[in-house]
Every structure is written in C-alpha cells, then in structure tokens.
C-alpha cells in the first residue's frame, strides 16, 4: 500500500513530456503487442487483470451475483483462472463481497462522487467509508478535473488525502478522466499528485469522457509511476478503463505493462483493465486460438 508523501510541488515543475519518444514508444509497444506467439500468454493475463465492471445504473442483486460468477470463474476451459476484481457501485458492494467472500477477487466500488466528482469533499469522504463498510477492499474514485484544469494542485491533494484516510486499508484507486484533462503533461501531473497523496493505482479513464483511455496517456502514467517507484521505492499501479472491448486492445495495454512497468509486472497487483465487455472477446479469441492449434477452424 502507499503510504503517499508530502507535497513537492517541484516534482510537478519538473515533469517534462517528450510527445514524439511517447509516441515512438506506443507504435513499437503496438508493433510488439502483433506478436502471435505470445497472443495466448498475453490473453490469459489480460483476464486475470480484469475488473469486471457493471455501473449502468440499472443493476440488481441478482446481476451482481451473476457479474461475481464470471469473475470466478471467467473462461470454462482454464479452472484455475479467475479475473482480478468486480467493480460496482457501493449500495452494491456488500452484495458483491458475499458472492466473493470464498475467493481471492477483490471487492472494488466506484466511490467518492463517481463519476463527476464533484460533491462535497465531506459527502465524498462519507461515500468512500460507507463502501469500505460495506465489504469493498478497493476504491475507484474520480479527482475533481477542474482542480486540475485549474493548476490547483496542492488543493487536489489534499482532498486525495482525506479520501486516502477514508480508505483505510482498502486500495485506492484514483481515476484521472484523462480525456478531460487537455494535455500529457497536465494527466502526468495529476498522476504524480495522486501518488504523492497514496493512490495504489492511477486509472485513465470513468469510461464516460469523450475520450477514454489511450496508449499514450497509458505510456506517460506508466512512466509517472515509474519514476516515482524510482524516488520513493513505492510502486503503483496503472488501470486502464474506458472503451478497451477488443483482445488486440487488450494485447496491446498489457504489452505496455510488460514493458514500462517491469519484466512481469502485467499482473494484478501492478496492471488493471476495466472493462464491461471484454471478456466476451477474450473468450472468443482465446477458443480460436485453441480450434487453430488443434486443426478444427
């Protein structure tokens, strides 16, 4: 978990964005990510990296129970695989846990004014307990974008901070609507923020901006949390969300993870896909991978 820092606005002043290295890097992590001998490998990660989401609005208990299955058991021909977490709204979480309380996939609620951010830090802070009260181990909460588009940044963390404590011991999450934000410097710059006020993870995306997750603002937060790891020896987390719903998208986001996060790291604790539909996908790809291999296409 991370414990976060003191404010170094320094840090912020520092943060320099190379548009042309990142958008050198995202073609050659896409050339990589075409690679078909390790397609399957690559696949598989991207269902144990899931976090299965459902937040229409609209959803029952019986949904949840049902969203909590698949997260058990996502894919019928590998047993021992399971996604990473089932993310819903916290009047749902205590639902979720109990459907979960039996395996190791975590509990993750869409709190804190999700997905606007923009209630009262009190009402906000008060939504985050109630979800950890209800059974959610991890947090996904959305910044206050006009804080960022403002340059308020020591204002930010702040609030990030009495949402970290409302947190407990879950993760906290924290959704940067990078979309919104206007340019690569401004999302690295409320990454760092977010990590320096203990976000586990910085996540792109609601999934309800214009604009959701991208390779290069995946590159710039990878690289963010890389560069704190490096000062603070505190690693982060990176989650992608919002308009993934294909397995090519899905090669691609964790052979990013593979290479900017560390030889290994598109695992759970370190990588994230949020996604409503993806598995589907995966699965498809995943059974004609299986009928090529065995001569039945």
């Known amino acids: 978990m991370n414990p976060g820092t003191s404010f170094d606005p320094r840090s912020l002043d520092a943060l320099c964005i190379d548009e042309p290295a990142i ?26 990296c899931l976090d299965l989401t459902s937040l229409t609005g609209r959803e029952t208990e019986a949904d949840v129970r049902s969203l909590c299955a698949s997260a058990r058991r996502p894919l019928a021909g590998w047993r021992d695989l399971h996604a990473a977490a089932v993310c819903v709204f916290p009047s749902l979480a205590a639902v979720a846990a109990r459907a979960l309380s039996t395996t190791p996939v975590a509990v993750a609620a869409a709190a804190g004014g999700f997905p606007a951010g923009l209630a009262p830090i009190g009402r906000r802070v008060d939504d985050v307990r109630s979800a950890v009260d209800a059974g959610a181990g991890e947090i996904d909460l959305v910044i206050d974008r006009g804080l960022a588009m ?32 206007g340019s690569l410097r401004r999302v690295a710059r409320a990454g760092r923020v977010a990590m320096m006020a203990g976000a586990d993870f910085v996540k792109t995306s609601t999934g309800r901006e214009r604009v959701n997750a991208t390779l290069p603002v995946g590159m710039v937060l990878a690289r963010t949390a890389r560069s704190y790891e490096e000062e ?66």
């Open 232 to 297: 603070t020896g505190i690693s982060i987390g990176l989650k992608a969300a919002g308009g993934i719903g294909t397995a090519r998208e899905a090669c691609q986001w964790i052979t990013l993870a593979e290479s900017e996060l560390g030889a290994g790291d598109a695992a759970p604790a370190r990588f994230r896909l949020g996604a409503s539909s993806l598995l589907t996908e995966l699965e498809r790809e995943l059974e004609s991978g299986v009928r090529e291999e065995d001569g039945s296409a």
């Open 150 to 181: 403002a340059g308020r940044w020591e204002e930010l963390y702040g609030e990030l901070c009495a949402l970290r404590a409302a947190c407990g011991a879950a993760l906290m999450k924290v959704i940067l609507a990078a979309g919104d934000l």
């Open 23 to 48: 958008a050198h890097a995202v073609a050659q992590v896409e050339a990589r990510a075409e690679d078909r001998s390790l397609r399957e490998g690559r696949l598989l990660s991207a269902v144990r």
